[in-house]
C-alpha cells in the first residue's frame, strides 16, 4: 500500500466542539451534558460534578426543539424522568447499578421494550405494546440506563432508509432534506442529534453499519449470538439480523456491548461458547484485505477517495493492508438475503390476523416473491449460505484477519427516496447502495463501521469485517483508529 495520505486541515462547521472540551451553551460558557459521552457521563455522575437528571432534562430538552426537524424518536419513555431519579439516589450513595447507570439512551422500534408500543414500522403492530423487554433492553434496566424511548424504522426493517405510514421519514441530523439511511435510521440520527449518545440498533443487513456511516458515528454488528436474544418480535431474517450498539465513540459502543454481551445459553443457545465480553490490553496488528469496490456496482468517487484515506492510515498504523478483490463472487452470494428476507416476511405476515399487506410497495412485492417460492429453492439458499459461512470462516482463519470496505457505496439521498437512483452517474438499483454490508450477515461475520473523511459536508465511513468472535479485536483497532483519527469533534448544525 501506498504511504499515508497527509490528513488536510479539518474545516469546522458550526455545530462542532472538541470531544475533549463539551459544548458550551452559547452565552453561558456552560458544559452541555446533552453533548458529553457515555464514557464523561459515568466519570462525572462518580465526582457528583452532575447528576442523571440534569443530564436527562438537558436530553429532553434537545429533544423537544430537534424533534420537528429530524422525527427520531416516535415514543418517547414516560418513565425516564423516575429512572433518572433512581439512578440519582444510586450515585449519591456511591453504589451504581453498573457503568452506564444513568446513562440515556434509545431503543430501535423492533426491539420490545415493556410497556412502550412496538410498532416496527407497520399498520399490523400499531397497538402492539410487549409486556416484557427483549433480553439486551432487561440488561440495560439492571445496568441503571435510562431509557429515552423507541426510534423510528422503516417497515419490518427490511428497507435501506427510514421511511413508514405511521410516522413519516426520518432525516439526517448533517443536512435533513436528506435520509440517514436504514433500517437503523431513527437510532442513529438520535445519537448524532445528540439524544442521548447511545442507541440500541439492529443489523440484518447492514442496519446499524450503513447508517451510522450516513450520520458520523460508530456501529457495531456483532457476531451471531454474542448479544443473546429472548422474548422479541418474529425472527424473519434468522440469525442474520443482531443486536449492536450504536454511538459517537468507539469507548462508547465498546461499554454498550458490554452491557449486553453476556452470555444467557438457557434465553439463547447461540450465545453458549462465548465468554464474558472484553477487550485486549492491546490492538492487534491485522492483516486486512482492502476491497475498494465489489465487481461493477458503482460508488461514489468521494467516499471511494476517503475510504482508501482510510486504508491508508490503517497502514501507518502498523497494519498490513493490501488491496485486492472481495474472496467471494458477489453476484452469487448477495441475492441469497432476497430469498431469505422475502420467505421471512411472506411467513410473518402469513401468521398474522388477515394476513395484512405492507404498505411499502418494495415489500408488498417482496412478500409476493417470498409467497412463491418453494420449499426446495429456501433450503437451496440456505445451504448456499451455510457453504459461505465455512468459505470466509477459513479465508480469515488463513487469507487475512479483516475485509476493510466502503460502509456505503452512496451518499445520503433525498429523505423521501426508498434509495438512489444513480451512483457515480451510473443505474445502481434498489440495493445498489447496500452492496458492501449484507455479505457480513450472510457469513456471520463483526463487522464495524468507522467514520473516515467527509465528503461535501456529509460523513462518510468505512467497514472493518472480522473473524466470527472478533468483535472485541475489531473494536481495539477501531478505538486505535479513533485516537489518530479523531471524529467526536464533528457535530451537525441539526444539532
Known amino acids: 500500500m501506498p ?85 440519582e439516589a444510586r450515585w449519591a450513595e456511591g453504589r451504581p447499578a453498573g457503568p452506564l447507570d444513568g446513562v440515556p439512551l434509545t431503543v430501535k422500534d423492533n426491539i420490545a421494550v415493556a410497556g412502550l408500543r412496538c410498532c ?51 432525516r439526517n441530523p448533517w443536512d435533513p432534506r436528506l435520509t440517514p439511511g436504514g433500517s437503523s435510521g431513527g437510532a442513529v440520527a438520535a445519537v448524532a442529534a445528540g439524544l442521548g449518545p ?102 461514489d468517487p468521494g467516499i471511494a477517495a476517503s475510504v482508501a484515506g482510510a486504508a491508508r492510515r490503517l497502514a501507518a498504523l502498523g497494519h498490513a493492508v493490501e488491496e485486492g478483490p472481495p474472496p467471494f463472487e458477489p453476484e452469487a452470494v448477495l441475492p441469497l438475503f432476497g430469498t431469505i428476507g422475502a420467505a421471512g416476511l411472506a411467513w410473518l405476515l402469513g401468521s398474522l390476523p388477515g394476513n395484512p399487506a405492507p ?42 484477519d479483516a475485509l476493510l470496505t466502503p460502509a456505503a457505496a452512496a451518499l445520503p439521498w433525498p429523505a423521501h427516496e426508498s434509495h438512489p437512483p444513480m451512483i457515480d452517474d451510473r443505474p445502481a438499483g434498489s440495493r445498489g447502495h447496500a452492496v458492501f454490508t449484507n455479505f457480513a450477515n450472510l457469513a456471520g461475520l463483526p463487522g464495524i463501521a468507522l467514520p473516515c473523511d467527509p465528503v461535501a459536508g456529509l460523513p462518510v465511513g468505512f467497514q472493518l469485517v472480522g473473524a466470527p468472535g472478533a468483535d472485541a479485536a475489531l473494536l481495539a483497532v477501531a478505538a486505535e483508529y479513533e485516537a489518530a483519527h479523531p471524529w467526536a469533534d464533528r457535530w451537525p448544525e441539526a444539532a
Open 120 to 170: 416496527w414500522g407497520s399498520a399490523a403492530f400499531r397497538d402492539h405494546v410487549p409486556a416484557r423487554d427483549e433480553l439486551p433492553v432487561v440488561r440495560l434496566r439492571a445496568g441503571g440506563a435510562v431509557i429515552l424511548g423507541k426510534t423510528n424504522v422503516p417497515e419490518f426493517t427490511l428497507e435501506g432508509h427510514t421511511d413508514n405510514a405511521l410516522f413519516g421519514p426520518t
Open 359 to 400: 404498505a411499502s410497495p418494495a415489500l408488498l412485492a417482496m412478500a409476493e416473491a417470498g409467497r412463491a417460492l418453494s420449499a426446495g429453492q429456501l433450503m437451496a439458499a440456505l445451504d448456499a449460505m451455510a457453504a459461505f459461512r465455512r468459505g470466509m470462516t477459513c479465508f480469515l482463519a488463513a487469507g487475512c
Open 3 to 87: 504511504e499515508a495520505a497527509t490528513i488536510g486541515a479539518r474545516h469546522p462547521s458550526p455545530g462542532i466542539c472538541m470531544a475533549s472540551c463539551p459544548t458550551p451553551e452559547p452565552g453561558t460558557g456552560a458544559i452541555l451534558p446533552s453533548t458529553l459521552s457515555a464514557t464523561a457521563l459515568r466519570h462525572l455522575y462518580a465526582s457528583r460534578a452532575l447528576s442523571p437528571v440534569e443530564v436527562l432534562r438537558d436530553v429532553l430538552a434537545r429533544i423537544d426543539r430537534v424533534t420537528p426537524r429530524i422525527n427520531a424518536i416516535v415514543t418517547p419513555d414516560p418513565g425516564a424522568m423516575e429512572a433518572a431519579r433512581r439512578s
Open 198 to 299: 447511545l442507541a440500541l440498533g439492529t443489523d440484518g443487513g447492514g442496519s446499524i453499519r450503513r447508517p451510522a456511516s450516513h450520520t458520523g458515528l460508530v456501529g457495531l454488528k456483532p457476531t451471531p449470538g454474542r448479544v443473546p436474544r429472548a422474548y422479541g418480535l418474529p425472527a424473519i431474517l434468522l440469525d442474520l439480523e443482531v443486536i449492536g450498539p450504536i454511538a459517537r465513540t468507539t469507548a462508547d459502543a465498546a461499554a454498550l456491548l458490554a452491557a449486553i454481551a453476556e452470555p444467557a445459553p438457557l434465553e439463547d443457545p447461540a450465545s453458549r461458547g462465548f465468554t464474558t465480553f472484553a477487550l485486549p490490553e492491546a490492538p492487534p496488528r491485522l492483516r486486512i484485505r482492502y476491497v475498494p469496490r465489489f465487481g461493477e456496482h458503482p460508488v
